[in-house]
């Protein structure tokens, strides 16, 4: 057989019909002027259009039987793609296809009429597919809050389906009317011949178009076949959602009806018993309204300094802003000057006195916690000899020794941002959401202050990797992360807190080795939820970076700004970390921000550092100067600051344990129970921190290969799915599942629950062997 035959045999036995998610055959492509058209082998799959020489479609059929190592080997031999979502498909030529996107074009031409039309039908599908994908992934799902998420989600999914089965329905529609008109053209064409032999030709072309007209019917036949499947499945189980809504619709109504009536009860109860207010005069103060409120007995905590007037007098900050009025600080002068009252801020509508008064504050923990870990050895190293091959690449794909770890894995690492969780226990007992905001600036920049001493670089966690952290009976709350990709590294994180709040991020962090430093750039957002006040933030991380890699003392170092916004009040606080200079007179390590209504007023400034405290100050008055090459100066004119955050002292002979704090000290205290994935359960990381560096460098290396085996047998079943045409189910985490988001309306991994009941049967089967 000719290789051109070959060619054609192949394709039609890899096509399949078009409407399909994969459309495979030779074409002819407009190569130069000096080789014309050459025959390539295309393959159109998930909106991309991507072509191979000859000589590789041998190694792609290897590497679909799985004979090739990596899935990065079979796309080395691609020689261009297109993505047909933004691509224009031209066909006004005999049996040429045009397909243009980007500034490149592909001159295409088939070796009939038929192939040609059916190649069109293939591409105008997946065009309108991918465009559709790409219109999906760009919609906002709106500020609305589900009332079951779950099963809203599913529905919303399975009506997207819906509407992308009559999408394609449509595009048959259009592709049947474009065919069936040329159809009778050539049949208008067919009456009026006179020489028979153009009558042969003729006919030809008619018996092809009938061929061609038939395809796209058949492929919209089922497609309607398959919207009418879809739309039986679903429809019962639209009815159990639907009424499962209603039941909990009057469910709830039933619950608020009795807690009416209990508040009532309460009310009167209180309002008949005198002698107990008299009795205790000192307990109870009053607010603004004239309503009497018990604040708490002991009230020595260094903290509720924030909440007290003092006899200071205001002071003057300067501010730059930008021109759509979110503040953000550039430098402060504080000066003695006159004007306010200090017992303005005992009367200011913004002040609550009983935010400190935060239930079980105080309660020691019943489970002695360690205090030390064994000493960091003394090991030598030539970091050049590493490093010197890693310039430009990604951190997480650089095999490193635990020489530069610390023993303790990422999301260990991750969960000491909960170091400061009392900040967040008195901001959900907070009236006013604009002092709330700024104990969660507060919180947000708390989580940096164990970074200054901390150069080590935490374990990269394995795939399906998990950390629980259950702080229920000392601090009310439970923690669980869960490594949920490897590539690109990404975590997911969750805390439940029985004092009022619920927070939950994803975090991934892109990093670049540069030479004379290190970024890293975390990626995602944290999310805040106030259950009593329905407060939502959100917020991101700013750039870490690590300086003097190579020669000198590393010292680390956080700039940018972050942008914390209540999604339900629609107000904002604007951080700026002021990254270190030689040449600035400013504190190193600064933090400066400003706290705004929605309609951009700022109410509160503040200042400090992210490895010291964190101070705010009410604005009693402010001035709006002119606008210079940084921006507007705006000048504020504010009470004395009040004491948000401060940093706990490290423990004692911290700098011969990795200068963990002392939270950092318990991340990896063995604990019964946890989950066969949990980090403590990780053997390099034990034995690096009993300091047998030698044996945890040899586990660290079998742990990584035997992750490296497990991808690869998951890719090589992908391609033989691929190569079968069977759909292939990748990888799900086993504690969190991937959700859009209600609010931001970005795809996210969220916790869909099961840990800690398992955790209570004592039950780990479903647990993946990683170590």
């Given at each position: ?10 394709a039609?036995?890899?096509a399949?019909?078009?409407?399909s998610d994969?459309y495979?055959?030779?074409?002819f492509?407009?190569?130069n002027?000096l080789?014309?058209?050459q ?24 590497c679909a039987?799985g004979?090739?190592r990596?899935q990065?080997?079979?796309?080395h031999t ?6 047909l ?8 030529d005999?049996?040429n ?6 500034g ?11 192939e040609?039309?059916r190649?069109?039908?293939a591409?105008e599908?997946?065009k309108?597919?991918?465009i ?10 709106g500020d ?18 819906l ?23 050539s049949?208008?064409?067919?009456e ?13 072309a008619v ?5 061609l007209f038939?395809i796209?019917?058949n492929?919209?036949?089922n497609?309607?076949r398959?919207f009418?499947?879809?739309?039986e ?12 809504e ?5 469910h709830?109504?039933e619950?608020i009806?009795?807690?009416?009536k ?5 009310e009167?109860a209180?309002?008949?018993?005198p002698?107990?207010?008299?009795s ?9 309204e004239?309503?009497?409120?018990p ?10 300094e ?11 900050i300067?501010?730059?802003a930008?021109?759509?009025t979110q503040?953000r ?6 000066s003695g000057?006159?004007g ?15 935010c ?15 205090t030390?870990i064994?000493?960091?050895?003394n ?10 091959n ?13 020489n530069f ?16 969780h ?9 009236d006013?959401?604009?002092?709330q ?14 970074t ?6 935490p374990?990269n966690?394995?795939?399906g ?32 807190s ?7 991020q994803e975090?991934?962090?892109a ?38 890699i190579?020669v ?7 700039s940018g700004?972050i ?16 990254p270190?200079?030689?040449f ?9 921000g400003?706290v ?14 992210w ?7 009410k ?6 100067g ?11 004119q504010?009470?004395?600051p009040?004491?948000l955050w401060?940093?706990?002292?490290l423990p004692?002979?911290a700098e ?9 000290l318990?991340?990896n205290?063995?604990?019964?129970g ?7 359960l990780?053997p390099d990381?034990r ?13 660290k290396?079998?742990l990584?290969?035997?992750q490296?085996?497990?991808r ?10 691929l190569?079968?045409?069977r ?26 629950g ?6 209570e ?6 647990c993946p062997?990683?170590?």
């Open positions: 057989m000719s290789e051109q035959g070959l060619g054609s045999a192949s039609s036995a890899a399949p019909a078009p409407g994969t495979k055959g030779w074409l492509k407009w190569t002027y080789k014309g058209y025959r390539r082998w295309f393959v159109l799959s998930n909106g991309l259009l991507s072509y191979y020489r000859s000589v590789d479609v041998c190694f792609m059929r290897m039987q004979n090739c990596t990065a080997e079979m796309a691609c020689r261009g793609t297109i993505n979502a933004t691509a224009h498909i031209d066909t006004e005999a049996c296809i045009v397909l243009s996107s980007g490149r074009t592909y001159h295409l031409k088939a070796s009939t009429e038929v040609r039309q190649w069109v039908t591409l599908l997946a309108a597919k991918a559709r994908m790409m219109n999906d992934q760009s919609d906002d799902s609305e809050e589900p009332t079951c998420q779950s099963d809203r989600s599913e529905i919303q999914g399975t009506l997207k389906i509407v992308s089965k009559l999408d394609d329905l449509s595009t048959c529609n259009d592709l049947i009317a474009k065919h069936g008109a040329a159809l009778q053209r049949l208008s064409e067919l009026g011949l006179k020489v028979p032999v153009e009558g042969g030709e003729k006919i030809k018996n092809e178009r009938a061929t038939r796209t019917s492929a919209m036949i497609a309607c398959d009418l499947d879809l739309a499945t679903h429809s019962r189980r639209w009815q159990r959602v639907l009424q499962y209603r039941e909990q619709r009057t709830l109504e619950t009806e009795q807690l009416a209990q508040h009532n009860s309460l009167r209180w309002r008949e018993a002698t107990l207010v008299s205790t005069p000192s307990a109870l103060t009053t607010n603004k004239g309503n009497e409120r604040l708490k007995e002991e009230a020595s905590d260094e903290d509720d924030y909440f007290d007037a003092m006899e200071d007098s205001p002071t003057f300067t501010v730059t930008t021109e759509n503040h600080l550039s430098q402060s002068h504080l000057a006159s306010g009252h200090p017992n303005d801020w005992l009367h200011d509508d913004h002040v609550t006195l009983n400190n008064n935060v239930p079980g504050k105080g309660l020691q923990p019943r489970r002695q916690r360690r030390r064994p000493h960091k050895p090991y030598s190293l030539n970091l050049w000899s590493i490093m010197k890693c310039i430009g690449k990604e951190l997480s794909k650089i095999p490193m020794p635990v770890n610390e023993p303790l894995s990422m999301l260990q690492r991750l969960t000491e941002d909960l170091e400061y009392e900040l967040l226990d008195k901001a959900a007992h907070c006013s959401s604009l002092e905001m700024c104990l969660v600036a507060a919180f947000s920049v708390s989580s940096y202050s164990t200054v001493h901390r150069t080590a670089k374990f966690p394995l795939l990797e998990t950390y629980e952290l259950d702080r229920l009976e000392d601090f009310g709350y439970r923690s669980l992360c869960e490594q949920v990709s490897h590539h690109p590294p990404a975590a997911a994180h969750h805390v439940i029985q004092r009022g709040w619920t927070l939950w975090i991934t962090i990093s670049k080795f540069r030479g004379k430093y290190l970024s890293i750039m975390p990626l995602g957002a944290i999310h805040l939820h106030f259950h009593s006040s329905r407060n939502h933030y959100i917020w991101r991380k700013v750039t870490s970076t690590v300086h003097n190579i000198g003392k590393l010292w680390i170092d956080q700004d942008e914390i916004v209540n999604h339900r009040t629609k107000e904002t606080c604007q951080l700026k970390f002021s270190y200079s030689y600035s007179r400013d504190l190193p390590r600064k933090v400066m400003v705004s209504d929605s309609a951009g007023q700022a109410h509160y400034t503040l200042s400090g550092t490895d010291d405290k964190m101070q705010s100050a604005i009693i008055k402010s001035s709006r002119a606008s210079g090459s940084e921006g507007r100066q705006d000048t504020y504010t009470l004395s009040r004491l401060k940093k706990y002292p004692e002979n011969n344990m990795y200068c963990f704090s002392a939270l950092a318990t991340l205290e063995p604990e019964d946890v989950g066969l994935t949990d980090s403590r990780r990381q034995l690096m921190e009993d300091g047998r560096w030698d044996e945890a460098n040899s586990e290396q079998r990584e290969e035997k490296r085996a497990v690869r047998r998951r890719e090589a079943e992908a391609s033989n799915a190569a079968e045409g759909e292939y189910e990748d990888y799900k985490p086993l504690w969190f599942h991937r959700r859009r988001d209600p609010v931001t309306g970005e795809t996210n991994f969220v916790y869909k099961g840990y800690w009941e398992a955790k049967r004592h039950d780990w089967s479903m062997d990683i170590f």
